[in-house]
Each structure stands twice: as structure tokens, then as C-alpha cells.
């Protein structure tokens, strides 16, 4: 041995063909209705068009939405965040953390090395996954047979087990014919309780229950997604009963969430989840590579201002990669505070001046001026971004706020195409950061886009992965936290609340502690709609 704690995982697959069809149960009209029935279709709303259907090529929440449907993750989250059964039936850890064995699934082991070979090729260009296996080892990796197989680290990390969530395995026999990356934007084959029936690339996404699927079967025939970016739209969609459920802006929520006729009809919730807003400062920007000049920017964000007046006091602020509700957040570490006029004193002290007294400052005879991107119809970006930019005329800074489709948008920023972003995170379970600033996860590697690089911080980011004792390893990320509020690499915002409408014929609707309604088992997999409130189901249009 090297002396290095070796990372296996035993996958115990429970393996059945993909075509076993199995036939669907009989519904009888007297069936109680207050108990699950199956059929039915929803509608839901995704907020933009999803890149691909590739799921190891994913590139957004978007096409993870989908995804969740079309294929079963190696290992579930329940409503505690807690690791369950998914693909595997049930895996062992070795105890020095770098072998897991897993046993289960309806695919293949051979199916699933083919799929992490796929992930760690460079080639493949998987932005949200790669990372989480950058330390697969291929030698120690082996199918022991067609129910089970060993997956071996180079290292020991304790998020391993959670990032089994991201693995979704795909079939060698379809994925490795014809070019990956191309092909199955539009078309997918996968393993998960509902088959693709029909894409309309920017307009919607039709599935269907699969009769055959191995796993616990899910109550709903259909699900169909339409996509509609503007949050406007989406509300009224909702309102008309031409969507099932929508995140809502906080001026609907406070302004129609109280109406007796829409309470009807619709659920009101509201609830806080892993996620935070930030704006991605590109480090490799000639500008922006300063953090000095990203603290003063950041000073020029009124954070209370916004939580009283935009959201209403339904948001709280961020001062790093952590949220309040995460054993890794640092409470020492300060929000920090709105100050224009600190602000412009350290971008004067940095040579930036109004040498030719046009209202702009200056240095080297160009003038200060920025470029954000935005995701355009979004309720919750455009005032930050119109706040800002006012906040930065005033002294003397010019900020260009660019809305983009949100496909373009990442596309943009995954190619370093940009100065700065406004956007958010969904996080995972585990608090590990690895992927979005350790400087080995530049894209198409990993989530880097902010090409952020700190010895000190990689260090950490490494130590805080490999400790398996949770005291140890919060100390070691609260350090983590205070130094990155210190670069800036984000300039972290704000935590608002999640407020959703859902459309009360939808029944068993049950929030997570940390994700929410979404992506977590049961959660979208357990909803159903009683017989006699079936508005959308239509006959099937194959394209």
C-alpha cells in the first residue's frame, strides 16, 4: 500500500432487463380517492430550456429536473438528505474509505463502468459531475458480475457516497455508438420510471411511465414539462390552471397569496433550501482578477435594503459558500456591509480615477465598465441587477446588465465568455465546495467559471474532503469560509426563501429538510392526482 486510505465502494446492483415489461394495475373508478391512484398527467414548469438530455453532460437544475424522471440515481436522498437505496440495492465501504461495493439496479455493473469511464474522460466535457469523481480509479474498479461492482478512489473523501446521487447510469450498447455529445441532446435511453415520448426544444417535454420499470412505480401516467423562462407568464399560466405548479416571485407571493379564490385552488408554500444568490466574478478578467476591486464592488451592494424592499423580509444574507443552516457555516464571518464610499476609496487607491471628469473612472485611459449576464424574465435578477447598477453610477461605475435566454447564459459562462454573472446554487447534502473553487475544476473539469485560484484554498478544500471526523472537518471549512469571503470570488448575496404555488389537485406534495419538493425519494416520484381532477390528460402527439 501506499499509504495512502484507499476508497472502495461495492455496488450491489439489482439487475433486470430494461424490456421486461410488467403490466400496469387495474384503477377501479371506487377506489377511495383519498388514497394514491395511478394515472393522470402533470404539468410543470421549467424556468429555461434544457440543454441536453445527455445526462452526464447535464449542465443545469433544468436538466436535472428532467433527468430525475428518465433515469435512477445510484443512491437516493430521503426527505432527511440521508443516503438510500436507489440503482444500488444496498453497498458496503471499506473501512479506509476508498472501495464501495454495490450490489442492485436494471442496468448493468458494465453499463455503470462505462458511465464512470465517460465522466472522467476529459473528452466528455461533464461540468457538474466530473468533479465529484475526479479520484475514481480505474485499476482498483472492476465488475465482479453483471449484479455487482467495485469502484475504487484513489482517495478517501467523505461526500463520496452522496455524489453516488449524481451518477445516472446510462447503456454502453446505445451511448457508445455514434458521437456522444451530439447525439442524445434530443433523445435518451435510460433506466429511470418514465420514457421520453416527445421534445419541442424550447417549448416543452412529454414523458411517460414506463410499464416496465423495475423499481417502485410512480402514481403518475404523464409528465409533461413546458418550458417558460419568464416568471410572469408562468404565474399566469398557473392562475389559468394551464400549469401545475411554478416558483413564485415574493410580490406574488405576498400580493395573491392570501386571495380566498386562488387559495382555492392553489397551495401556497414557502420554505428555505440549500441554495444561495451570488454574482460570479470571471478572476481572469484584467479588471476583475483583483479581489480588492471585487470587495469594493460588493460594498456597493445594499443587502438590507433588499431584503426589506424587494423580498419583503422573506430573504436572509450570505457571507459565503455556506448556508446558516449547514453544520460548515461560520457565524464569525461578517456580511459585508453596504459602503459606497469605502468603495471608492479603495478603487482609488487602486488608480482608478475620474481623469477626464465624464463621470466615469478611469485608468490607463479606459473607463470602468462592466458586463453582467442575467437571466432574462427572471422576477428575481432583474431588480438586483437594476439596484446595482444604479448603486455603481453613482460612483462612477458603468454596468451593462445583459439578459441572456439561460442556456446561453451558462454556455457563456462555462466558456469564461463573460465578466460577471448574477446566478445561484442548488447545493448538494454534503457542504464540499471542491468542484466550484478548487483550481483543478476549471470547465469543462469541473464548475470553476469563476477560474478562481488559491493555494491556501485548495488546500483546504482538499483537507476538508478528506476527513471523515465532521468536528474536524467543520473547523476545517469554516477556515475555508472565512477565506473565501475574503477573495471574493462570489460576491455572495443573498438565501430567499423558496416560494412555490402548487395546484392542490396535485396531492401528496411533501417538502425535504434542504431541497425542497424536487429530486429527492420520493418527492415528484410520490405525487398523484385523484381520478376526478384530471384536467390535462389528452391523447398522445408523437413527434
Known amino acids: 500500500m501506499d499509504g495512502v486510505k484507499r476508497f472502495v465502494v461495492l455496488l450491489l446492483l439489482a439487475v433486470v432487463a430494461c424490456t421486461n415489461e410488467r403490466p400496469l394495475p387495474t384503477v377501479s373508478t371506487s377506489e377511495d380517492l383519498k388514497k394514491p391512484q395511478e394515472g393522470g398527467t402533470v404539468v410543470r414548469r421549467l424556468q429555461g430550456d434544457i440543454a441536453t438530455l445527455n445526462p452526464v453532460m447535464a449542465q443545469s437544475v433544468n436538466d436535472r429536473q428532467v433527468d430525475y424522471y428518465l433515469h435512477t440515481p445510484m443512491v437516493h436522498f430521503d426527505a432527511d438528505l440521508s443516503a438510500i437505496p436507489g440503482l444500488a440495492e ?15 439496479s436494471n442496468v448493468t455493473a458494465g453499463d455503470v463502468l462505462f458511465t464512470l469511464k465517460k465522466i472522467i474522460d476529459p473528452q466528455t466535457e461533464a461540468p457538474q459531475i466530473a468533479g465529484a469523481f475526479d479520484q475514481l480509479d480505474l485499476r482498483t474498479t472492476r465488475v465482479v458480475d453483471p449484479h455487482t461492482i467495485v ?64 423499481g417502485p ?76 476591486l471585487r470587495r469594493a464592488l460588493a460594498m456597493c451592494i445594499d443587502l438590507k435594503s433588499i431584503i426589506e424592499n424587494v423580498y419583503h423580509g422573506t430573504a436572509r ?29 479603495t478603487l482609488r487607491s487602486l488608480g482608478w480615477l475620474d481623469t477626464n471628469k465624464d463621470g466615469l473612472l478611469d485608468k490607463g485611459g479606459k473607463p470602468l465598465k462592466l458586463e453582467m449576464l442575467i437571466t432574462a424574465g427572471s422576477i428575481a435578477s432583474n431588480p438586483f441587477a437594476q439596484l ?67 493555494p491556501e484554498a485548495d488546500r483546504l478544500l482538499e483537507e476538508g474532503r478528506r476527513e471523515f471526523d465532521q468536528t474536524k472537518r467543520k473547523k476545517t471549512y469554516q477556515q475555508l469560509h472565512a477565506l473565501l469571503a475574503d477573495d471574493q470570488p462570489y460576491t ?7 416560494k412555490w404555488a402548487i395546484n392542490k389537485r396535485i396531492r401528496d406534495v411533501k417538502e425535504s429538510k434542504g431541497w425542497g419538493l424536487f429530486q429527492w425519494f420520493p418527492g415528484e416520484l410520490g405525487w398523484w392526482i385523484p381520478i376526478d381532477q384530471r384536467t390535462h390528460d389528452v391523447p398522445l402527439r408523437r413527434r
Request: with cysteine; glycine share 6%.
Open 317 to 345: 444574507a450570505m457571507n459565503g459558500p455556506f448556508t446558516p443552516d449547514q453544520w460548515a457555516y461560520n457565524p464569525d464571518v461578517p456580511v459585508i456591509e453596504y459602503n459606497p464610499q469605502e468603495a471608492l476609496r
Open 90 to 104: 444496498k453497498w458496503e465501504i471499506s473501512s479506509d474509505g476508498r472501495l464501495y461495493t454495490s450490489d442492485g
Open 217 to 292: 412505480r410512480p402514481n403518475l401516467q404523464r409528465v409533461l414539462f413546458k418550458v417558460i423562462a419568464d416568471d410572469i407568464t408562468a404565474w399566469n399560466a398557473m392562475k389559468r390552471g394551464e400549469i401545475d405548479e411554478t416558483i413564485i416571485s415574493t410580490d406574488t407571493w405576498l400580493a395573491e397569496g392570501r386571495r380566498p379564490e386562488l387559495q382555492k385552488f392553489i397551495d401556497f408554500r414557502r420554505f428555505y433550501t440549500l441554495n444561495y444568490n451570488y454574482i460570479a466574478w470571471n478572476n481572469r478578467d484584467p479588471v476583475l482578477g483583483d479581489k480588492r
Open 151 to 214: 469502484v475504487g478512489f484513489k482517495d478517501g473523501i467523505s461526500p463520496q457516497l452522496a455524489h453516488f446521487n449524481d451518477l445516472l447510469v446510462i447503456p454502453e450498447h446505445v451511448y457508445a455508438r455514434g458521437d456522444f455529445k451530439i447525439d442524445f441532446t434530443s433523445r435518451v435511453v435510460g433506466c429511470g420510471p418514465y420514457r421520453l415520448v416527445r421534445r419541442v426544444a424550447g417549448k416543452e417535454i412529454l414523458l411517460e411511465r414506463r410499464p416496465e420499470y423495475w
Open 388 to 454: 446595482f447598477q444604479a448603486e455603481l453610477k453613482k460612483i462612477g461605475i458603468e454596468l451593462d446588465v445583459v439578459p441572456l435566454d439561460f442556456a446561453t447564459l451558462i454556455q457563456r459562462v462555462l466558456a469564461g465568455n463573460y465578466q460577471c454573472a448574477y446566478l445561484s446554487w442548488n447545493l448538494d447534502p454534503d457542504p464540499d465546495p471542491f468542484a466550484l473553487f478548487d483550481s483543478s475544476q476549471f470547465p469543462p473539469r469541473g464548475q470553476n467559471f469563476v477560474f478562481y485560484s488559491n
Open 492 to 498: 455572495w448575496t443573498l438565501q430567499v426563501s423558496s
